[in-house]
């Protein structure tokens, strides 16, 4: 009796063996649940990196030497080197 149903044990030994880790395993149902918010997360932030990458590309660009913005150059000279007008106050907080 045994060796007429041990096919059928060692197939239903597999379907539940692959089922579990189908559904629990590190690359099964429930992880890829809770993936998703990771994601959606992660997404965010790409999307604010590459916001801010434009932004700061497009600083740069007014300070390459054929379109030379001169508000952006005294903003950087004011900000890098600490220069200011004579008639200038300087607050420095504390």
């Not at 604010?48 to 590309?57: D, G, N, R, T």
């Amino acid at each position: 009796m045994l060796k007429r149903n041990l096919p059928t044990f060692i197939g239903l030994f597999l379907c539940a063996y692959f089922s579990y880790h189908a559904m629990f395993g590190n690359y099964g149902y429930s992880q890829i649940q809770n993936l998703s918010p990771i994601s959606i997360a992660k997404e965010r932030q790409l999307s604010a990196l590459i916001s801010k990458s434009s932004y700061l590309e497009d600083r740069v660009s007014l300070l390459r030497p054929d379109s030379l913005s001169v508000d952006v150059l005294e903003e950087q000279v004011r900000l890098i080197l600490g220069y200011n007008y004579d008639n200038e106050f300087v607050i420095v907080p504390e």
